[in-house]
């Protein structure tokens, strides 16, 4: 399929070919969803802590006798109901980290980059460079993309420092390498502007499932050993 291609200034210049598979794919909310929950999770360091009745100091006697004291009984003071006790069923450290596979985050990235593309959401242009890292820069060429949403700036990696540095101190865009891009990024930001270099990059990553080091060694075998026979027969 067929993009329009835009300049620094916002001119239309022509046309990019992107690829089917990653600019075009069905929308999957299912694994949208799956793979959002799991990266959001994943963030999470889960080294909060609180104090059972064990662990609290204090309550090593009987507050006061059991009767005729008008009172409630009560044995400890570490007890959940005191202030000082503890904690009953409070949140202990714990690891909160979800797998989920590789085909699946790739699924997740290409169903949101195909359906920003169907929303009229992508903005391709030549190359994101500014003259200066500066953010009045990026205003400005925000403003001749007439891009007024939350926008999420895809670039190479070697100019991302530039880009970043102009990019950090508004809170509605954000600037991150194309192979840094992620399900809840895309999920948070409405627009998306790729730059020439940024797509080829997306397409190199993720156009395909990559096939596991254990199968590529086993085809590169496969594909050796069929060359000696063929030699030996030739021979």
């Known amino acids: 399929m067929e993009l329009p291609l835009k ?25 949208i969803h799956q793979v959002m929950v799991a990266q959001l999770a994943n963030k999470r360091a889960g080294t909060h802590s609180t104090k059972t009745r064990a662990e609290v100091s204090g309550g090593g006697r009987k507050p006061w006798r059991q009767k005729g004291t008008g009172r ?21 450290p714990r690891d909160y980290s979800q797998r989920t596979p590789k085909k699946m985050r790739r699924l997740a990235i290409r169903s949101l980059l195909s359906q920003k593309v ?23 060429v925000l403003e001749g993309l007439e891009i ?12 991302q420092k530039e880009l970043w540095q102009a990019c950090h101190n508004l809170k509605r ?8 891009l992620n399900t809840v990024d895309l ?4 627009h998306l502007v790729l730059s020439v270099a940024a797509v080829r990059r997306i397409e190199e990553l993720w156009a395909q499932d990559r096939p596991r080091r254990g199968v590529v060694a086993a085809a590169e075998q496969a594909d050796e050993d069929e060359a000696e026979a063929g030699e030996e027969q030739s021979s």
């Open 72 to 92: 409630a009984r009560h044995g400890s003071t570490r007890s959940p109901q005191w202030r000082t006790g503890g904690v009953t069923f409070g949140p202990k």
């Open 173 to 180: 865009v954000k600037s991150v390498p194309a192979s840094t």
């Open 7 to 31: 300049n620094i200034q916002g001119a239309t210049v022509g046309s990019i070919e992107v690829s089917d598979v990653v600019f075009d794919t069905p929308l999957n909310t299912a694994v």
């Open 187 to 190: 999920l948070n930001y409405t």
């Open 148 to 159: 007024s949403a939350k926008c999420l700036v895809v670039n190479e990696a070697v100019s």
């Open 118 to 140: 169907r929303d009229g959401e992508v903005t391709v242009i030549e190359e994101f460079r500014l003259p200066e890292p500066k953010t009045r820069e990026v205003l400005r």
